[in-house]
């Protein structure tokens, strides 16, 4: 299942194969509670302010400092940084996130 994402004139996805990261986000909820909030919604198309996107920045980065390292997780670092991207200019630019799911 795809998983859209805009805001301002950027757009980014989490893919398909990409929600194995939501799903270990959600086996550790309290530290990762925009993650985990974005997850809980990821069919009801959430909406997300800036300052969430900000949050999901420091969580995204407390997720890769946790489960960055190895073979499998070369694709973690690459999706966790595409989206780090993206929140950092959803936060930064003010911009709330519009979702869309498949």
């Given at each position: ?37 974005l ?18 920045v420091?969580?995204l ?21 595409r989206?780090?991207?993206?929140f ?7 911009h ?7």
């Amino acid at each position: 299942m795809g998983f859209d994402m805009s805001a301002g004139e950027r757009e980014e996805s989490i893919r398909h194969g990409e929600e194995y990261i939501l799903q270990m986000v959600a086996e550790d909820a309290k530290c990762y509670p925009q993650l985990y909030a974005l997850w809980r919604a990821f069919f009801d198309d959430p909406r997300f302010s800036p300052q969430q996107a900000e949050a999901m920045v420091h969580e995204l980065i407390e997720l890769l400092d946790r489960h960055g390292n190895g073979g499998r997780e070369r694709n973690l670092t690459h999706s966790v940084l595409r989206w780090l991207a993206f929140f950092s200019y959803a936060a930064r630019g003010g911009h709330e996130i519009e979702t869309y799911s498949d």
